[in-house]
Antibody, heavy 119, light 107 residues
């Protein structure tokens, strides 16, 4: 059974960079034809897609966040990472990693990592 | 970006009721639509993909229909564990976008 687990700091100061890692187990991040994604959910609000990538290099990011996002992959560790720079309180959210499968549906999700932006 | 609009925003129902939630896309997404259930403090759970395909392990009381711009999620007979928030998601075109959610509450 595929499992995803987010990890990283739960508190980030304003203007600094949020860094999270998603570790995938029970399957390979290099498996075709899957994309892998980051999604976030501010407290009490809805879901917001951040970005997706394919292990071979294709990356798609939310346009309004594009200048601040870096998504990278380490196939040797079966991990992928999110960096979001210049954070503000508006970036406070639960951050999820997920797999995109048939019809780009997000079929496996991590449990989520709450990240608070505060000084 | 493709806008996804769900209705209603919230609905009250009783165990055994039939419930329908709708999702409208701002442009044609053919059948590239998924439905999720989310319970408090938990990650979303995929129910339906490709507009009408039931995800493995999801009870058959859940069904999806539609194509183009108009879609529905139907729960044929509500069970106690179905009270949750439901989201639609389009993935026809990047950026992926979600509906604002429908909260299903117990009457």
């Amino acid at each position: 059974q595929l499992q995803l687990q987010e990890s990283g700091p739960g508190l980030v100061k304003p203007s600094e960079t949020l860094s999270l890692t998603c570790t995938v187990s029970g399957g390979s991040i290099s498996s075709s034809p899957y994309f892998w994604a980051w999604i976030r959910q501010p407290p009490g609000k809805g879901l917001e897609w951040i970005g997706s990538f394919y292990y071979s290099g294709s990356t798609y990011n939310k346009p309004s966040l594009k200048s601040r996002i870096t998504i990278s992959v380490d196939t040797s560790k079966n991990q992928f990472s999110l960096k979001l720079s210049s954070v503000t309180a508006a970036d406070t959210a639960v951050y999820y990693c997920a797999r995109q499968a048939d019809y780009n549906a997000l079929d496996f999700w991590g449990q989520g990592k709450m990240v608070t932006v505060s000084s | 970006d493709i806008q996804m609009t769900q209705s209603p925003s919230s609905v009250s129902a009783s165990v055994g009721d039939r419930v329908t939630i709708t999702c409208r896309a701002s442009q044609d997404i053919t059948k590239w639509l998924a439905w999720f259930q989310q319970k408090p403090g938990k990650a979303p759970n995929l129910l339906i993909y490709a507009a009408s395909s039931l995800q493995s392990g999801v009870p058959s009381r859940f069904s999806g229909s539609g194509s183009g711009t108009d879609f529905t999620l139907t729960i044929s007979s509500l069970q106690p564990e179905d009270f949750a928030t439901y989201y639609c998601q389009q993935a026809n075109t990047f950026p992926i976008t979600f509906g604002q959610g429908t909260r299903l509450e117990m009457k």
